[in-house]
């Protein structure tokens, strides 16, 4: 079983930032596509952003140019700095890494609560 550690969701004040941390074992980490996800009450889950191995990015178009993904692999950790938070970014965020060697896999992380108050 492949365990991602995550951590940094909390309560924050609208307009405010946080920084969410997951660990993966280190053969994980190297081969795979690292991304974040979220969930709220009612909703699907929704990508929020993906990092490859060589670094690079994807979006979802509702955080473009407030969240920022990156990865270090001296630390084996993905990270997801958020700036400028609003109400709608309330959600469960979850960890994923994903890849195809030696066989397609997924793996999630236990999800961290992010709290956005107006």
């Known amino acids: 079983q492949v365990e991602l550690v995550e951590s940094g969701g909390g309560l924050v004040q609208a307009g405010g930032s946080l920084r969410l941390s997951c660990a993966a074992p280190?053969?994980?980490?190297?081969?795979?596509?690292m991304g974040w996800y979220r969930q709220s009450p009612g909703k699907q889950r929704e990508l929020v952003a993906t990092?490859?191995?060589?670094?690079?990015?994807n979006y979802a178009d509702s955080v473009k140019g407030r969240v920022t993904i990156s990865r270090d692999s001296a630390k084996n950790t993905v990270y997801l700095q958020m700036n400028s938070l609003k109400s709608e970014d309330t959600a469960v965020y979850y960890c994923n890494a994903e890849g195809r060697w030696p066989t397609e896999y997924h793996y999630w992380g236990q999800g961290t609560q992010v709290t956005v108050s107006s």
């Open positions: 990092i490859t191995n060589v670094g690079s990015t």
């Open positions: 280190r053969s994980i980490f190297r081969l795979s596509v």
